[in-house]
Every structure is written in C-alpha cells, then in structure tokens.
C-alpha cells in the first residue's frame, strides 16, 4: 500500500501541474457549460427534465474525462522508457495500476466537483431534491471510473499514446452501443448484451433520472475491476516480454 500511497501522489501532483490535465478540464467544462444553459433556456420545463438532460451531457463529459485522463498513464512511461524503472523497483504491478487509477479519478472528481454549481442553480429556481442531484453525480463518477479503468486497459497495451487513445475510444464506443445492437438481435444474447452496455441500460434509465439501483452501482464496479485486473495482466505480460 506505501507504493501506491507513493505513485497515487506522485501521478496527482503531475495532473495538478500539468497544463494538459487543466486544459482538459477547462474545455470539457466550457462545453458541459455551454450545453446546459442552451438546455435550461429552451423554453418552460420541469427542472427535473432539466436536471435529467444535464446528466444526459455530463455523462459524455465524464467518459472523455476519463479517456483523456487515463489512456497516456502507462503507454507515456513506456514511451519515455521510464516504465523500466518502476518495473525494475520492488513494486507490484497492480500498485503501479492501482495507484496510477487513484489519482486520475481524484482528479476526475475535482473536475466533477467544479461543475456543481449548474444542478446548484437547477435546484434554487426549480423543484429538484438534493438527493437526484447526489445519485446523479455517484452515477458520474461510476461511468468515469468505468471510462478510466478501459483507457488504462488500453495504455496498458499500447506502446504509444495515440494508438491507446484510439484503442481506447474503440472500446468505449463499443460498449455504450451494446444496447441498440442487442435490440436487433434475439433470446438469450439479447438481455445479456443489453444488460453488459454502459450507458443506456445503467445510466439513463438510473441514475440520469435520480433512481439508485444497487445492480448498477455493482456493474459499474465491476467494469472498472475487470478493466483494471487486464491492465496488471497485460502489465504483467509485458514484463515477461
């Protein structure tokens, strides 16, 4: 754990310092933003309706967040031959994955933190509760940590970062259309698909719209296990290599 309390550090302090890391943020803010006021001024709605199409575009934000963030972590070691010297350290793989994913998602969540302010403002001129707007941004914060765990996946496989960029939105895109591909096909791989897609089954019918399901917090998790367990073992297997 002291090694991945180390790299946790030492991978937030580069985002903190990092132009990239706030030039992400400040951009996808920006259109987070600019979206949701053409949203609330699109005449009368009900707030929820409101608050339900902020989280329908921020759900987006929070999946490229988590590409941009994650798909450089391990491929821009390699590529700076600096991977060697964390693999020749006495530190385990999945400390080195562990705690590089840690501190993406702290900053992910600062980034999630700075756009609060907008369902703050939903709910002073209209009839939300606190609690839509806490299971909304829980449901942000899973599906990013999703995206973060898949772009780490990708970095770990890629010995450049433009490949595992592209890998990485491959495999993203591919998972958010499971569900209107299954819908084309029949029993039994219809309900399997559609209940292994990230976006539509988990998140719009659950926590865009405030519901908090225990199923889709433990999917979330579960992809974001999954993703992570290939990162060490494609680690692993490079370091075999």
Sequence with gaps: MRATRIILRRELGAYLRSPFAWVIAFVLLLIDGILFQSQALAGEQLSAIVLEKFFWTSSGIAMAAGLLLSFRLISEERQNHSLVLLNTSPVRDAEIVVGKFLAAFVFLGVLLVLSLYMPLLIKVNGKISGAQIIVGYLGLLLIGSAALAIGMFASALAKNQLVAGVAATAMLFLMVLLFPFAKKLGDPVRPILQDLDLW??????????????????????????????LSVKALEAKRWQ
């Design 200 to 229: 539509w089954v988990h998140f719009q019918s659950g926590f865009m719209r405030g519901v908090l399901n225990l199923k889709d917090i433990v999917y979330y998790v579960a992809v974001t296990y999954f993703f992570l367990l």
